[in-house]
């Protein structure tokens, strides 16, 4: 067995010389992405100073003397709506120009008055105080400069990245296409059926759903979901199927330890492929097994109880997809443990729990009952991961922890 950082170190390695290809998308299909360059903004925004509210462009010095007992008439000289060009090149002194949200403001106002704020009186705006410098103006350049950086290669985009790109006139962007992959669950004891009455010796099939879900959640393409029995032909036979379809990942569900019908191993080497590492210093998914398929493709062979189908996917798939777009490795967040808990040495373990900041406003960390790797009732309530390293044979109660959110 390794550790479970030299076979992180391992997946890294492996998926780093199996970087994605880039493709232009646009901005309402970017979001589950991951940016292939650096973006720039091509320009300013605002790109002109312009009206916050419907009010009256002023030259403050007009009103410096203005107050509720000696009230600023001005006439009005012009109006400004937003999409007009500037009707007026210049605010005269002891005048005003009326404009409307989104405006330009001429050359020569410094600040724009709301209209609630003001009175009307045979044609001129009356005002009873002296606006701060630049109230209510959006200024040129507030929100992004020329050259600011916008995006970062390797940057997870989401819906969220829309409103700035479109202000920026940004209306596509390159990305690292998105790893197509295949999620075998195995077992001739699965049901897939989940409105199927159960019958005696069999159970859902819960990675099946659970793997394909994942996988697209960390932002694969799941192209095929597929339960198989225990049968090393049937499972050859469909990676003989698979490595046709031009695949860069394969992940499976059961059959990596060393029972009878345990025969992933054995069929992946009948299949010319390459195994990297088999068994893991970890709990759960000691049997966890990672290979390259003679057409470069990926395979994750990942224990069958689910609690570790689910650790082998965010903690080793997950690596691998950041590595095959070009994202720097994920790194752990430290909370203070609330509550205690004991393990053996030599093995790292990886603990389903709940975050929570407390009254000192600091992060901490409880772990949920239900460790072993068949329940899945925590998944319900855990929102993140702690990892324990493998020589560590207690946490106490405000031990430092390092945990991991339940997906990135």
Not at 35 to 47: F, G, M, R, T
Not at 50 to 70: K, P, S, T, W
Not at 212 to 230: F, N, Q, S, W
Not at 303 to 313: D, I, R, S, W
Request: aromatic share 6%.
């Amino acid at each position: 067995m390794i550790s479970y950082h030299e076979a992180k170190k391992i997946v890294a390695e492996a998926a780093q010389a199996h970087v994605m290809t880039q493709k232009t998308v646009a901005l309402s299909a970017m979001a589950g992405y991951v940016a292939a360059e650096n973006v720039q903004a091509p320009l300013a925004i605002q790109p002109f100073d312009n009206a916050a509210m419907d009010g009256f462009a002023v030259i403050r010095a007009d009103l410096a003397e203005a107050n509720e007992n000696n009230m600023a008439v001005l006439p009005v000289a012009a109006m400004i709506a937003a999409g007009d060009s500037v009707a007026v090149s210049q605010v005269e002194r002891g005048t005003c120009v009326r404009i409307m949200t989104g405006a330009p403001v001429p050359r020569g106002a410094d600040a724009v008055v709301p209209v609630e704020l003001t009175e009307m009186r045979d044609g001129a705006a009356v005002f009873k105080s002296c606006p701060q410098p630049h109230a209510h103006i959006r200024m040129a350049g507030e929100d992004f400069q020329v050259g600011d950086n916008v995006l970062t290669k390797g940057q997870s985009l989401s819906v969220a990245h829309i409103l700035p790109l479109a202000s920026l006139g940004i209306g596509q962007v390159s990305v690292f296409r998105k790893p197509r992959a295949a999620f075998l669950a195995t077992g001739k004891e699965l049901i897939d059926d989940l409105s199927q009455p159960l019958a005696a010796g069999q159970i859902y099939n819960t990675n099946g759903p659970y793997g394909a879900a994942v996988l697209e959640r960390l932002g694969a393409e799941c192209v095929l979901c597929r339960t198989i029995p225990d049968e090393e032909a049937a499972f050859v036979e469909s990676l003989e199927e698979l490595m046709a379809q031009d695949l860069d990942m394969i992940v499976s569900s059961g059959a990596v330890s060393a029972g009878e019908f345990d025969f992933v191993r054995a069929g992946l080497e009948k299949a010319g492929a390459e195994i990297l590492f088999h068994k893991v210093k970890m709990k759960p998914g000691k049997p966890n097994l990672f290979a390259r398929l003679p057409n470069g493709c990926l395979y994750f062979g990942l224990p069958g109880n689910p609690a570790a189908t689910a650790v082998g996917l965010r903690f080793f798939v997950a690596a691998a997809l950041r590595a095959m777009r070009g994202q720097q490795a994920e790194e752990p967040v430290t909370a203070i443990a609330a509550t205690g808990f004991q393990k053996k040495t030599g093995l790292s373990m990886f603990l389903k729990a709940v975050q929570h900041i407390d009254d000192g406003s600091r992060l901490r960390v409880s772990f949920a009952d239900g460790q072993q790797s068949f329940m899945v009732h925590p998944f319900l309530t855990a929102d993140c991961w702690a990892v324990v390293p493998e020589e560590t044979a207690e946490i106490k109660t405000g031990d430092p922890v390092e945990i991991y959110p339940l997906f990135p």
